[in-house]
């Protein structure tokens, strides 16, 4: 089995950066796309959670959410099974749990901005901006 572990959230002021990561471990012969999603705090029941940013295996091809780009950046290292988010200008609209998904993919330039698409996700970590 996979597992997906997010680390590296914590309590910010407005305009401070911080950098989250995850770890993926098991199966990890597979290769995988990645993405991170967010759900900010009293999101409606059943709705799904946003994207923030993709990444292929190859980390060649990349992926953001409108809200994120220019602020946010996803990098991964595959040595370490692991994919890390540096957020930069942060805003309390950024605030949520944030989580991590990995996709097995065979082609090594594919990502996704779907959160259907993924098959494993972590169990989140907070991120709360404060103004």
């Known amino acids: 089995q996979v597992q997906v572990v997010e680390s590296g959230g914590g309590l910010v002021q407005a305009g401070d950066s911080l950098s989250v990561s995850c770890v993926v471990s098991?199966?990890?012969?597979?290769?995988?796309?990645m993405g991170w999603f967010r759900q900010p705090p009293r999101q409606p029941p059943g709705k799904e959670r946003e994207?923030?940013?993709?990444?292929?295996?190859?980390?060649?091809?990349?992926s953001y959410g409108d809200s994120v780009k220019g602020r946010f950046t996803i990098s991964r290292d595959n040595a370490k099974n692991t994919v890390y988010l540096q957020m930069t200008t942060l805003k309390p609209e950024d605030t949520a749990v944030y989580y991590c998904?990995?996709?097995?993919?065979?082609?090594?330039?594919?990502?996704?901005?779907?959160?259907?698409?993924?098959?494993?996700w972590g169990r989140g970590t907070q991120v709360t901006v404060a103004s």
């Open positions: 098991g199966r990890t012969r597979s290769t995988y796309a």
């Open positions: 994207f923030v940013a993709s990444i292929s295996y190859s980390g060649t091809r990349t």
């Open positions: 998904a990995a996709r097995s993919s065979i082609s090594p330039i594919s990502y996704y901005s779907n959160s259907y698409a993924y098959d494993f």
